[in-house]
């Protein structure tokens, strides 16, 4: 059974830096795409990024430069955020998808099928 267990939230002040690590388990072959999602109260989950199998990355516009997702042969997967803003408050939640079609819709920050438990980061001003 596939585990993803979160990691490195906190609580830290606007400009300082984070990083989230997930710990993934329970499969011998990768996952076809994983990323990193979002979700503050009272809005809608969103995609922060995501890397496919092929180390092919995706950001939201507005985070790209600061955010930075990455992954290690020990089936970790990382989230550095940098020059953090009040406004990237948050439960973050790693997510993985073993699917064929995940491959070609791992740029799309869409859904993905396993999710882990989240971990919290708050920024304050």
């Known amino acids: 059974q596939v585990q993803l267990v979160e990691s490195g939230g906190g609580s830290v002040q606007a400009g300082g830096s984070l990083r989230l690590s997930c710990a993934a388990s329970?499969?011998?072959?990768?996952?076809?795409?994983m990323g990193w999602f979002r979700q503050a109260p009272g809005k809608e989950r969103e995609g922060v990024a995501t890397?496919?199998?092929?180390?092919?990355t995706r950001y939201a516009g507005s985070l790209k430069g600061r955010f930075t997702i990455s992954k290690d042969n020990a089936k970790t997967l990382y989230l550095q955020m940098n020059s953090l803003q009040p406004e990237d408050s948050a439960m973050y939640y790693c997510?993985?998808?073993?699917?064929?079609?995940?491959?070609?819709?791992?740029?799309?920050?869409?859904?993905?099928?396993?999710w882990g438990q989240g971990t919290l980061v708050n920024v304050s001003s």
């Open positions: 997510a993985a998808d073993f699917s064929a079609s995940a491959f070609w819709s791992c740029p799309n920050l869409t859904y993905l099928e396993l």
């Open positions: 329970g499969y011998r072959y990768s996952p076809n795409c």
């Open positions: 890397i496919r199998k092929d180390g092919y």
